[in-house]
């Protein structure tokens, strides 16, 4: 396909993301009240250690979020939800991942399928009606697109998805299945390769009372422990038309309005949480060299030249990626026209957060120095959390990928010639 009806495909994609049933922008922002207490993140607070160090699902967070309405934040107001549009949805998770990181990542998986829904229906697309009033009556919907040997979620699949009578079947593994022991919808896709010179890749929803799958218990990971995204193996799992969300070309090609709008709930909500998760970070740094004394400095360690420009460091860092983030929420959430660049802001965005955040609190390990190594300050466990982002897609190579084709006109599925 040439890469100037590639970009046309985007380009399309972004205009329905423009346009709502009645011409306006998506949801405007609104006043609303945090279900985020205090008192709730001060108990997340002092959770999250014991959830890590024990590799424990964080189900008390887990049933406080749920009780306290906070994960039907995107539903629209006509299905009984506050409707809060994606710039409104990151800033609470920014909020939330500050005391509990592992915990917000946890639910961005539900909160993006919520958020896809929602936005698809304010544009006149009810397809996905039923998302919405699944998530209000209670149903937790996780992700399921990671495959190893994978490294291009969502637009390929080493899943096999093959028509049958009422639906499709699936057989595949999926990694880092989110929200294992609590989820009742799994997001996931797979391709169907019956006409293998028109691939397509079909998104489903698999409800957790189906056959055909297994959950193995594999999360003993580096960090973001809690999440507890165990992998989950399909063994013809069949699901029906009823739950078939989408039926798209493989690649960049089915980068449809739905496609795009999954890109823009994960990633930014990603982006979002390694962000709120630096700040907590640099807050901690800060604290620590305003009580640090040494033999050779008379006054704080807060006096300390090299101290000071460590932290300065991570001022500037934080500086750019907050902005940048709040930019292409609302850019997205209010409907501005990038057209085919959709694709590479979200993912320039994302990546320059997990990026930068990594920095951070890479520096602050720095200025906590030895102490900083030990379980009981706290801070080894944000070091773990935060590596992680660098490797949550879209990793490094698949953004500088998009982003790359994207300012060069290059078809995203173009494939490199050598010789």
């Known amino acids: 396909m040439a890469p100037a009806h590639k970009a046309t495909l985007v380009k399309k994609a972004a205009e329905r993301h423009l346009n709502s049933a009645n011409g306006k922008p998506a949801t405007p922002q609104h006043a609303f009240e945090s279900p985020l207490t205090e008192q709730m993140l001060t108990r997340f607070d002092s959770r999250a250690a014991i959830y890590d160090r024990e590799n424990r699902f964080f189900d008390q967070d887990f049933e406080e979020l749920r009780a306290a309405k906070y994960l039907v934040l995107p539903v629209p107001r006509e299905f009984g939800g506050p409707g809060l549009n994606l710039a409104e949805v990151c800033r609470e998770q920014r909020r939330l991942a500050y005391y509990a990181p592992a915990t917000a990542l946890a639910v961005n998986m539900h909160l993006y399928w919520v958020g896809v829904a929602a936005d698809l229906w304010r544009r006149g697309d009810s397809s996905l009606e039923w998302i919405l009033r699944d998530a209000a009556a209670g149903e937790i919907f996780a992700a399921g697109h990671a495959e190893s040997g994978n490294d291009i979620p969502v637009l390929f699949s080493s899943s096999k998805a093959e028509r049958v009578e009422g639906g499709y079947r699936f057989n595949g593994s999926k990694q880092f299945g989110s929200l294992t022991p609590v989820w009742t919808r799994l997001g996931l896709h797979g391709m169907d390769t019956s006409d293998p010179t028109q691939p397509k890749i079909v998104h489903a929803f698999l409800p957790r009372d189906s056959s055909g799958y297994i959950i193995k218990e ?112 609302e850019d997205w959430s209010s409907g501005v026209d990038h057209g085919a660049e959709w694709p590479a802001k979200i993912f320039a965005a994302k990546y320059k957060a ?52 994207t300012a060069l006109g290059i078809s995203l599925d173009e494939q490199p010639r050598w010789g």
């Open 218 to 329: 594999t999360w003993d990971v580096l960090g973001m422990r809690a999440t507890r995204s165990d992998d989950t193996v399909l063994e013809n799992a069949f699901i029906p038309d009823r739950y078939i969300a989408r039926i798209v070309p493989a690649g960049g090609a089915g980068i449809d309005s739905f496609v795009l709008s999954i890109f823009a709930w994960a990633l930014l909500g990603f982006g979002n949480i390694y962000y709120g998760l630096a700040k907590r970070a640099l807050d901690k740094s800060i604290a620590a060299v305003k009580s640090k004394h040494s033999l050779a400095v008379s006054r704080s360690m807060a006096y300390h030249p090299e101290l000071q420009h460590a932290i300065a460091q991570m001022v500037i860092e934080m500086e750019s990626i907050g902005p940048h983030l709040e930019r292409i929420a």
């Open 354 to 405: 997990v990026e930068g955040a990594w920095r951070v609190v890479d520096t602050g390990l720095d200025i906590a120095g030895g102490a900083g190594i030990f379980r009981s300050v706290g801070y080894e466990r944000l070091l773990r959390d935060a590596r992680l982002g660098r490797i949550h897609p879209a990793n490094s190579f698949l953004t500088h990928e998009v982003v790359a084709k």
